[in-house]
């Protein structure tokens, strides 16, 4: 890992990163076992994946839009998003404030921390965040729009249509492409014949860069100095982060496509892991501060996890509430 010295943080600073990738884990890791005891139908993991995220979200100002992909759990917990409307969502209860319990889980949506609610077609997100990112060019506003992906939504036209536009109209966005290696079970030398997907900013007229997104610290790097150069005037950067990810592409997914020594070689990456040896060596904190944050987050997941258990269901009035349009029709 890079020196957090040189990007300007501090020990308290890579305190407050450490504990929202340990929270963003602790969700993660519960909805799972919620998934396998058959109280929740579905989970898309964000396990491997909490360095990149947590590295962008503390690179964002207030005022910035943030248009995410299905695995960004980590990453919109740190932006504002309360672990007890992930949990709503996540059980499907009458209060997920996304959905009113209607929508799958992980279609993030949160007004007051700037996050678009996204769709559940793959890389329209992209779109999304191009729009804010014009919008903000055009009404002068000193903040810019990120949007992100994975390495297998980068093959979808949105994408590429997205970020030419952006690059043509020199906008303050930033494209994040959290890259795990795995397209759902399509391996990347399956998906792009590319050495670095970030290459295919050249095209656009942008700035590209492949960054390690299993550091938290040369994340915030990378995204603070794309932030530096959308806020001059200089466009939009194509960020590709190479992730590890630790569980299958969903609860529904048979990852037997992976090798053990693939799998192996991904625990070892573990980011949270990584980060926790990194603070050890480097003096910034001691086993009994870690037990504290582990505590803290456990009682907050197990209280966010009792809390929605109890909650009420939609009514089976609500079927059909927002999906037809109402009164447009008459009798006979």
């Known amino acids: 890992m890079i020196d957090y010295k040189e990007v ?19 969700l993660d890791e519960r909805m799972w076992l919620l998934n ?29 839009i943030t248009s995410p992909y299905y695995r960004d759990l980590a990453l919109v917990t740190a932006l504002g998003m309360p672990v007890l409307d992930t949990m709503m969502s996540t059980f499907g209860k009458r209060d997920d404030v996304s959905s009113g319990g209607k929508q799958m889980p992980s279609h993030f949506s949160r ?20 729009g804010a990112a014009l919008a903000m060019k055009m009404d002068g506003k000193e903040n810019i729009a990120l949007t992100t992906l994975g ?28 890259n795990n290696k795995y397209a759902i079970s399509v391996p990347q030398n399956l998906q792009y014949a590319s050495e670095k997907l970030s290459d295919r900013a050249i095209g656009y007229g942008m700035h590209g860069e492949q960054v390690d997104g299993n550091d938290p610290i040369a994340m915030y790097k990378v995204m603070k100095e794309a932030r530096a150069r959308a806020l001059a005037g200089e466009g939009p950067s194509l960020i590709e982060a190479m992730c590890s990810r630790l569980t299958p592409h969903s609860s529904d997914d048979d990852d037997s496509y992976r090798t053990t020594d693939e799998k192996d070689e991904d625990k070892r990456l573990d980011c949270n892991v990584r980060f926790k040896h990194y603070l050890l060596d480097n003096g910034v904190c001691d086993e ?33 509430t927002h999906v037809y349009e109402e009164g447009s029709f008459q009798n006979g």
């Not at 007004?111 to 769709?119: A, D, F, L, N, V």
């Not at 093959?155 to 970020?163: K, M, P, T, V």
């Open 8 to 26: 300007g943080l501090t020990e308290s600073d890579l305190k407050k990163m450490y504990e929202w990738m340990d929270l963003g884990r602790k």
């Open 151 to 178: 390495e297998g939504s980068s093959s979808q036209g949105d994408f590429h249509e997205g970020l030419n536009f952006a690059g043509v109209h020199k906008l303050p966005l930033i494209c994040v492409i959290e």
């Open 36 to 64: 396998r005891a058959g109280k929740i139908p579905f989970v898309i993991s964000c396990q491997g994946q909490e360095a990149a995220q947590i590295g962008m979200a503390y690179a964002m100002e207030q005022g910035d």
């Open 288 to 320: 009994a501060w870690f037990d504290e944050v582990d505590q803290k987050h456990k009682d907050i997941v197990n209280k966010a996890t009792k809390d929605a258990e109890k909650s009420s269901y939609p009514s089976i009035e609500e079927t059909y």
């Open 111 to 130: 007004k007051e921390s700037g996050i678009i609610s996204q769709g559940s077609t793959v890389a329209t997100q992209v779109l999304h965040g191009v």
